[in-house]
């Protein structure tokens, strides 16, 4: 038995020791205790083909079979991918069969509740991270220090668990295949090589379902969805569950996580996000940051869609206009970072990076940017065609506003 296996073994274990029956074990689990374990130090940061990683499926695997699913990987509830890592950020990722020093492999995780039913329903969340602090990380200290991952994204695979909990004994009008993603962070591999080789008839999927960064509900209760576009019903689906948050929709159903490859096959998709923070792909997004009352709440939300939908037989596919397309290219950066869900007029900053424009000039978390040299900023996409004009050098005047103030800071970039 595998060191690691046995860690995990003795956790589940003792979380359930308390119990006398198999559903009582089932219920102990929570979705805080999930993201304990997957945001642990021990894990080191979960990147792809680390022991980390490995620990992690390994448990996942544990809790699916606690649930009663069937294995629905290449190797029980496994699915693992070898691939060279990319040169070219633009190019195709190579996925190989050969081993040898520069061959990374990842391992899906795949679990199948069978209800014996025409359409399956596909439930995801990528449970890989960045580890000491991979490509992508946002960090600039001095040390190498564990990036656990905590929101991104051990909160979607805490919400994934809670959901086959939720429907290991109800909601029987789809079938559901429970994915835990690897190789997210370095490219939606694990998410691409599944519906390239995929284990079920991807014909018969229904929907699939992302949660990417649902631990960090706010005071206002915002929850963005995306991909609503992406099959008719699903705007009217949406609303229709909907009594606990302010809803950010968006109908595109490409963006920067695994819902992508799944919508670039065919197969409607709804992605929730919680939004971004300051410490997105840095060692502070970590577990008592997180909202667990709202990551519940979300999980009740998402369970009640799918129930709605389990009469609607198979779902249309929509093919929806891809919005990364019209954002403008820029050479410069503000060095902030932008609160995606606020709907307000303007762009509204939820943090700023270290000596970067922004913090030189004395602009703060909160500041909502209202002009940016001679353009009005009235949203995001107003926001970067503002800054795709400007060249590295170049000063201008930025107006925020701050309160109930408006204050005028000079920027060079």
Known sequence: MRINHLIIALFLTALTACKSNSEEKIKEVTIKEDVAFLADDKLEGRQTGTDGELAAAEYIAERFEKLGLQGKGTNGYFQAFSFKPKTDPH????????????????????????????????????????????????????????????????????????????????????????????????????????????????????????????????????????????????KQVINANNSKFKIIENESGVGPSDHTSFYNSDIPV??????????????????????????????????????????????????????????PRFKVGLGVIPDYLFDGEGMRIDGVSEDKPAQKAGLERGDIVVKLGDSLVTDMMSYMRALSTFDTGDKTKVIVKRGDAEVEKEIEF
């Open 91 to 234: 190019q195709e990722v190579n996925y190989t069969v050969v081993n040898g020093d520069s061959i990374i492999t990842g391992t899906n995780v795949i679990g199948f509740l069978d209800n014996k039913a025409e359409n399956t329903i596909i439930i995801g969340a990528h449970y890989d991270h960045l580890g000491y602090g991979a490509e992508g990380s946002l960090f600039r200290g001095d040390k190498r220090e564990i990036h656990n991952g905590a929101d991104d994204n051990a909160s979607g695979v805490a919400v994934l668990l809670n959901l086959a909990q939720k429907l290991s004994t109800t909601n029987k009008g789809n079938n559901y295949l429970f994915m835990a993603f690897s190789g997210e962070e370095m490219g939606l591999l694990g998410s691409n090589y599944f519906t390239k080789n995929p284990t079920i008839d991807l014909a018969k999927a229904n929907l699939m379902l992302n949660m990417d960064m649902v631990g960090r509900l706010k005071q206002d209760s915002t929850l963005a969805v995306y991909g609503v576009g992406t099959s008719p019903v699903l």
């Open 270 to 327: 709804l992605h929730f996000f919680t939004g971004q923070h300051e410490d997105y792909h840095k060692p502070g997004d970590d577990t008592e940051k997180l909202n667990y009352e709202g990551m519940e709440t979300i999980s009740n939300y998402i369970f009640d869609i799918i129930s709605d939908l389990d009469d609607n037989g198979k779902l249309p596919f929509r093919k929806t206009k891809n919005e990364s397309e019209d954002v």
